[in-house]
C-alpha cells in the first residue's frame, strides 16, 4: 500500500445545531450541503502532518499531568486548524472563548516552538488552533 495524502478529514456529528455552530460560526469554515445533513468543504488547505499522538503526551501538552481529566470526554481524535500567526492564535482564542466555548489550554508556545490553544469540540474532539512556522512555505 502507498497512502500519498489525507483525502479527507471529519468529526462524526452527534448534535448538528452544536456542530455547525462550532465549526461555522466560531471558526468560520464555510461549508456546502452535498446532501441533506452531509457537509463539507474544499476550500482548506492539505494535511501538514498526521500523527498518533498518545493520549498521556495529549493530557501533557494540554494540562501538563498525563492524566486525562476524568471529568472530560477522552478524545478519540486531535485537529489542528493552522492560523497565520501566534497573533492570530491568541485573536482566535479570545473570540472562541467569548462565543462562550471552554479553552482547556490557553495560548501558549509549545518546546517546539508551536503556538497553540486547545479546546474540545462538540463531538468531543481536541481542537487546536495552532501556529508553527515550519509549517509555513514563506
Not at 456529528?13 to 455552530?21: E, F, K, L, Y
Not at 494535511?47 to 499531568?65: C, H, I, N, P, Y
Not at 481524535?77 to 485573536?91: M, Q, R
Not at 482547556?104 to 463531538?123: D, F, K, N, Y
Amino acid at each position: 500500500m502507498d497512502v500519498q495524502f489525507v483525502a479527507g478529514f471529519g468529526p462524526i456529528v452527534r448534535d448538528d445545531g452544536a456542530s455547525r455552530a462550532f465549526y461555522r460560526e466560531a471558526l468560520g469554515i464555510t461549508f456546502e450541503e452535498q446532501s441533506p445533513g452531509y457537509l463539507d468543504t474544499k476550500s482548506l488547505g492539505g494535511v501538514k502532518v498526521f500523527a498518533l499522538w498518545r493520549l498521556s503526551d495529549a493530557a501533557e501538552s494540554t494540562f501538563g499531568s498525563t492524566e486525562w481529566p476524568a471529568h472530560l470526554p477522552v478524545p478519540q481524535a486531535w485537529l489542528e486548524f493552522e492560523l497565520a500567526s501566534p497573533e492570530a492564535v491568541e485573536a482566535g482564542e479570545r473570540q472562541l472563548r467569548e462565543a462562550g466555548h471552554e479553552i482547556l489550554a490557553s495560548t501558549h508556545v509549545e518546546p517546539w516552538g508551536q503556538t497553540i490553544s486547545r479546546l474540545l469540540s462538540p463531538e468531543g474532539m481536541l481542537v487546536g488552533l495552532s501556529y508553527f512556522a515550519q509549517l509555513h512555505d514563506d
